[in-house]
């Protein structure tokens, strides 16, 4: 499965903006999808996920409420909006499945070990830089 990350920008704090995730070859309906932000000089962090099909949506605590996950089926499209953002959100963003269609795939995003180990297929990534 590959994916492809977009929409990241400069913006200011308090401000928006909302990322997509596109698959090539395959419905990404049938995969759980998840977000996850690489800040400069640190380790990469769960952001949010949606699961295959019944599209339940999980949220880290410093996002929720903020942020949205969502898809497109039509456009074979996984979305990230991210609003009231503040610098400490700025960094790369990541969209990642795996490549089994594993139903339960949103179970594991939140651990690093985990995630490493049945997230087995992630997009190069967009950059998002929160600063006045």
């Known amino acids: 499965v590959q994916l492809q990350a977009s929409g990241g920008g400069l913006v200011q704090p308090g401000g928006s903006l909302r990322l997509s995730c596109a698959a090539s070859?395959?419905?990404?309906?049938?995969?759980?999808v998840g977000w996850f932000r690489q800040a400069p000089g640190k380790e990469r962090v769960a952001v949010s996920c949606i699961s295959a099909r019944v599209s339940t949506e999980l949220y880290v605590d410093s996002v929720r409420g903020r942020f949205t996950i969502s898809r497109d089926k039509a456009k074979n499209l996984v979305y990230l909006e991210m609003g009231s953002l503040q610098p400490e959100d700025t960094g790369i963003y990541y969209c990642a499945t795996d490549h089994i269609q594993r139903p339960d795939l949103c179970r594991y995003y939140r651990n690093s070990s985990y995630r490493a180990r049945y997230f087995t297929s992630w997009g190069q990534g967009t950059l998002v830089t929160v600063s006045s």
């Open positions: 070859a395959v419905t990404l309906d049938n995969y759980s």
